[in-house]
């Protein structure tokens, strides 16, 4: 269903997108990767589990929150891959919020 066009001058990097290393296109937003890798979701809600993804790809809805490079609440439209980066899917509130530990 999403798809990114070809493009010969793309440069690829590699990240991992829960636990598996994929080459991405350099360039384009976590949210991106997660929809054309397949995710059928980024996020769970806290309160009843229900899984969420992308919606207005533009910051505003916040449904597509991510944990990256082991910060949780990131929204995955607004963060640009970069080499190395660890990408996961979050469940609930994720880990952290404010340094408080929420498991």
């Known amino acids: 269903m999403f798809k990114q066009l070809p493009s010969s001058d793309a440069k690829t990097i590699e990240v991992s997108l829960n636990g598996v290393k994929i080459q991405v296109t350099e360039g384009v937003t976590v949210a991106a990767i997660a929809l054309i890798h397949g995710l059928s979701y980024t996020r769970t809600t806290p309160v009843s589990a229900s899984k969420r993804a992308p919606f207005c790809m533009m910051g505003v809805c916040y449904e597509c929150q991510m944990v990256i490079d082991g910060k949780s609440n990131q929204r995955a439209c607004m963060t ?23 498991e």
Do not use: A, H, R
């Open 80 to 102: 640009y891959v970069q080499q190395g980066m660890q990408v996961e899917t979050q469940q609930g509130v994720g880990s952290k919020i404010g340094g408080i530990v929420y």
